[in-house]
């Protein structure tokens, strides 16, 4: 079983950045790519970034693609979505997320492990 816990949400004024994390522990954590996903209130959920095992490969959605960077630190068990240049349109609660396969996936249901979410609210 794989514990994921987002952190660094929060409130921004439009323009502004926000550094997400999210932190894994339980078993071992070796080969499982991640992923964030948002959920803005009325809206299904959707996929915002993903990055493989060894962070060679990203991917991001086409709403943050240029604004965000998705990595991760295998040595520490964390990943990071930094995120710039925010829009009053990013508002949603952000999740970790992480699968047990090396490569990304930008599909939900792809995804074995979640995390309890992050609020992110910009402000315009």
């Known amino acids: 079983q794989v514990q994921l816990v987002e952190s660094g949400g929060g409130l921004v004024q439009a323009g502004g950045s926000l550094r997400l994390s999210c932190a894994a522990s339980g078993r071992t954590f070796s080969g499982y790519a991640m992923g964030w996903f948002r959920q803005a209130p009325g809206n299904e959920r959707e996929f915002v970034a993903a990055?493989?095992?060894?962070?060679?490969?990203?991917i991001y959605a086409n709403s943050v693609k240029g604004r965000s960077t998705i990595s991760r630190d295998n040595t520490k068990n964390t990943m990071i979505l930094q995120m710039n240049s925010l829009k009053p349109e990013d508002t949603a609660v952000y999740y970790c997320?992480?699968?047990?396969?090396?490569?990304?996936?930008?599909?939900?249901?792809?995804?074995?492990?979640w995390g309890q979410g992050t609020q992110v609210t910009v402000s315009s």
């Open positions: 997320a992480a699968r047990p396969i090396a490569m990304v996936a930008s599909r939900e249901r792809d995804y074995a492990y």
């Open positions: 990055i493989s095992w060894s962070g060679t490969f990203t």
